[in-house]
């Protein structure tokens, strides 16, 4: 019997790989943090399986050269670095780990939306430029409270439903927008009210967006939806940097259209425009929804049993194509 040859193109955590290993695979870690894209080719034409990670793109190229690829595993919920319908055609099955990403990524759009609407980050600043200059004061530094505020989740799926049920905890009242509304059952659950995306924008006092990237998600939060927000309003991206378009978020914070934006995501990373950089009023992180060492070692895993059920003829749960 042929032994399956796996090539990881990002050093993750070797305990990550440990399905693999007890699958008894051959495993063949990059040389460096990230696999170059002759490294990647070569070890294609060994391997017949590929474990890829989120935004790290997997060239066209190397996937139309690749004869021997049958399975590219991603590690990560979003798999908008892999051109599906190219893996479909030549009949690569393509899995994700969205489970494993659920509540860390929901646990920083809380921690997000505190430090924005209460500028801890702020704050933390200033009195570390030079804290003679910080007022202290009753009335000075005030932010904004969660309670009785309106949080409207863009993307009701996994993460939504995640953060939604924090953010009841913090006494807040929830929209949603989505494709399809959910079950009556589902919105009881969640204490959740369906809205259009331009009523959610017009009445959310923070809007926090849940959406994978797709064609009819690109640039989603243009001029005309930044337009619709109140002037007091947050927005909080944790989803994709291209769900947003930045330029016209840049204007919208710089003319006080809006109140503030909180972002874990950007559209050209690990570029980040410098406006961002420059506002107190925006907050920035980079790309750390999962950052947290036990989800990384999780989503590693689970990528590896993708394979390993692939392989082994089992269902596969966490399919995106074919």
């Not at 690990?270 to 506002?279: R, S």
């Not at 929804?289 to 990528?303: C, F, H, L, N, S």
């Amino acid at each position: 019997m042929k032994k399956h040859c796996v090539f990881v193109s990002y050093r993750i955590p070797e305990e990550s790989l440990t399905p693999l290993v007890e699958a008894g695979y051959e495993v063949i870690r990059p040389e460096g943090t990230i696999a170059g894209k002759e490294e990647t080719r070569r070890n294609l034409e060994r391997c017949d399986a590929v474990l890829s990670v989120f935004g790290t793109p997997f060239p066209d190229e190397l996937m139309e050269s690749a004869k021997n690829l049958r399975i590219i595993s991603n590690y990560g919920a979003g798999v908008d670095n892999i051109n599906l319908p190219l893996a479909t055609k030549r009949g690569i099955v393509v899995t994700n780990t969205p489970d494993q990403v659920t509540e860390p990524t929901a646990e920083l759009a809380m921690a997000l939306m505190l430090s924005l609407v209460r500028r801890v980050t702020e704050m933390d600043r200033k009195l570390r430029r030079d804290k003679r200059k910080v007022k202290w004061g009753v009335m000075e530094n005030l932010g904004m409270t969660l309670q009785h505020k309106t949080l409207g989740i863009v993307g009701m799926g996994r993460i939504g439903k995640a953060t939604a049920r924090r953010a009841t905890a913090f006494g807040m009242e929830i929209i949603y927008n989505m494709r399809h509304q959910l079950p009556e059952t589902e919105e009881k659950e969640l204490n959740a009210r369906y809205m259009t995306l331009e009523n959610l924008l017009r009445t959310a006092d923070v809007i926090s967006l849940h959406t994978p990237l797709t064609e009819n998600t690109w640039h989603l939060i243009g001029e005309k939806e930044l337009g619709l927000m109140k002037p007091s309003a947050f927005l909080v991206n944790t989803a994709r940097g291209a769900v947003v378009d930045e330029p016209e978020l840049i204007r919208a914070l710089q003319e006080k259209r809006i109140a503030g934006a909180a972002l874990d995501v950007f559209e050209k990373e690990p570029e980040i425009p410098d406006a961002f950089l420059k506002m107190e009023n925006v907050v920035v992180v980079p790309h750390i929804g999962t950052a947290a060492w036990e989800t990384r070692v999780e989503i590693g895993k689970q990528a590896a049993r993708n394979i390993v059920d692939f392989f082994g003829g089992k269902p596969l749960k966490y399919k995106v194509n074919l």
